[in-house]
Nanobody
Framework: QVQLVESGGGLVQSGGSLRLACIVS????????MGWFRQAPGKEREFVTA????????YYADFVGGRFIISRDSAKNTMFLDMNTLKPEDTAVYFC?????????????????????WGQGTQVTVSS
């Protein structure tokens, strides 16, 4: 059974930092793309960032503006999202996701329909 479990969300002041983690289990993700998406109340789920589990090669949404870094620790089957200089508009539920790909490009990485496996989400709240 494939599982993706996020953790690390919480309440932080504007300008602060958080590290989200996503522990993956149940299959070999070496050939998968892994991503972070977020969904704010009343808004659609949006792409944040993604990597290839084996080769990295990250893509980031424009709004990230160099503030977030995606990484993974293969030995621990864990993907991370380091978020810095957080803004109130970053408030959302953050989801990790995994999927297969034929081609690796920004369009592939950013389309939530390409991801088969999803975590339950972790809430990030940034106060002003």
């Amino acid at each position: 059974q494939v599982q993706l479990v996020e953790s690390g969300g919480g309440l932080v002041q504007s300008g602060g930092s958080l590290r989200l983690a996503c522990i993956v289990s149940g299959r070999d993700f070496d050939d998968y793309m892994m991503g972070w998406f977020r969904q704010a109340p009343g808004k659609e789920r949006e792409f944040v960032t993604a990597i290839l589990w084996r080769h990295l090669l990250p893509y980031y949404a424009d709004f990230v503006g160099g503030r977030f870094i995606i990484s993974r620790d293969s030995a621990k089957n864990t993907m991370f999202l380091d978020m810095n200089t957080l803004k109130p508009e970053d408030t959302a539920v953050y989801f990790c996701a995994g999927g297969t790909h034929e081609y690796w490009n920004e369009g592939t990485a950013g389309n939530p329909n390409n991801y088969k496996y999803w975590g339950q989400g972790t809430q990030v709240t940034v106060s002003s």
